[in-house]
């Protein structure tokens, strides 16, 4: 598998508490041992919500003792046993566990053990303390051989240190992204992204906007305007921070817009690039014609629209840099999948590919470097 970052099929545009309860109301069962290596087994365990400066809100126990999954169990099933328990203790409980603030009780349930004991489950994952936190708020368990992880009290998964990206093969969707231990990861629609399709069909947005950040502007139908002019298909735009503008379009207009792109020295003029009437370079080894959008005079960041005929191959390579592309027409085509017109993908820095057209060739908006999120 290759790590790669997210796949979008279709370009779409958590506070600490704490739980008091009643002295009757969480008691403990005759104890099986002292301290996290041989936990208590709780009457009604309850799970609350702490926050990490660094973790972020994460699953305690009533306590102040973190809790962990294993991402090697499966759903509602504890894989850790014999010398694995006692270095990872189970949460056990004789009632139903209660939740406090900022934990969905819908998510709290018991696992029935081999033992006959229950285990508290969160979203599913059965809950473990580890045995060398001593104290209540240590995290020294997280990312352990990279299968031990805090949980997330909102997310109800794992919170992952350096969380890995893998491509996985899905007999119905092909190649999908997938997370460290195999499990499915997924896009919500209604999400926002600093960059995505915007759709106007109102004659004004909000009037006289002045920007925080650089905005660049890809035209992808209709006809896009502000106070400085009207703007075609295929028209490029990079305004600065601080320029002030009106966002509008009569009849109505896609674009690709990215906020918070990196300003380089040198790199905050307005440029304004309309694809149609400008001069494109020829790549006759390539079979492609490429538009340079602003220069690359650092080196770090560059963006162009490429143009490559039908049934060609292009070299292999490996984004030393980092790319991102948008695919505006055709299909452009590589060793892991198809991306069609509409499709974002990005390539972090050193992942290789060999991209291809067929029948349709492809036109697409890419842009290398300075990919810092």
């Known amino acids: 598998m290759h790590k790669r970052a997210l796949l979008l099929a279709s370009i779409l545009f958590l506070v600490g508490s704490s739980l008091a309860f009643a002295a009757d109301s969480v008691t403990l069962a005759p104890p099986t041992g002292s301290g996290p290596s041989a936990a208590p087994t709780l009457a009604g365990a309850a799970v609350l919500m702490k926050h990490h400066d660094t973790l972020g809100n994460i699953l305690t126990d009533g306590d102040g003792r973190t809790l962990y999954l294993y991402t090697k169990d499966e759903r509602n099933k504890s894989n850790c046993s014999g010398g694995c328990l ?16 900022g934990v969905a009780g819908n998510r709290l349930a018991t696992i029935t053990r081999d033992d006959g004991t229950k285990q508290v489950a969160y979203n599913g994952w059965p809950l473990y303390y580890f045995a060398s936190d001593a104290t209540p708020g240590e995290t020294k368990g997280q990312d352990v051989g990279g299968v031990w992880f805090v949980v ?25 992204l997938v997370e460290a231990s195999g499990r499915v990861l997924y896009l919500y629609s209604r999400d926002e992204l600093n960059d995505g399709v915007r759709q106007f069909k109102i004659e004004r947005e909000k009037s006289n906007q002045v920007l925080k950040d650089r905005m660049d502007v890809l035209v992808v139908e209709g006809t896009y305007t502000d106070d400085h002019g009207e703007y075609g298909a295929h028209s490029f735009l990079r305004n600065p921070p601080g320029f002030r503008h009106t966002p509008a379009s009569k009849d109505g207009c896609v674009i690709y817009a990215k906020w918070r792109v990196p ?15 400008a001069q494109w370079l020829d790549f006759p080894h390539r079979g492609a ?37 948008l695919v505006l027409n055709g299909c452009l085509k590589d060793e892991y999948t198809a991306y069609s017109k509409g499709i974002w993908f990005r390539m972090p820095c050193g992942v290789p590919h060999a991209p291809y057209t067929e029948g349709d060739g492809c036109l697409m908006l890419i842009r290398e470097g300075d990919l810092v999120w």
């Open 86 to 101: 006692k270095a990872w203790p189970a949460l056990l409980t004789v009632e139903a566990p209660q939740s406090g603030p």
């Open 152 to 176: 997330h009290a909102a997310g109800g998964g794992p919170v992952q240190t350096n969380a890995p990206i893998n491509i996985a093969k899905n007999a119905t969707f092909g190649n999908i």
């Open 263 to 277: 300003i380089r020295p040198g790199a905050g003029e307005r440029i304004v690039i309309d694809a149609r009437t």
């Open 289 to 325: 014609k490429v538009l340079h959008l602003y220069p690359n005079a650092d080196g770090i960041e560059t963006s162009r629209i490429g143009n490559v005929a039908p049934d060609r191959k292009l070299p292999s390579h490996n984004h030393a840099i980092g790319e991102e592309t």
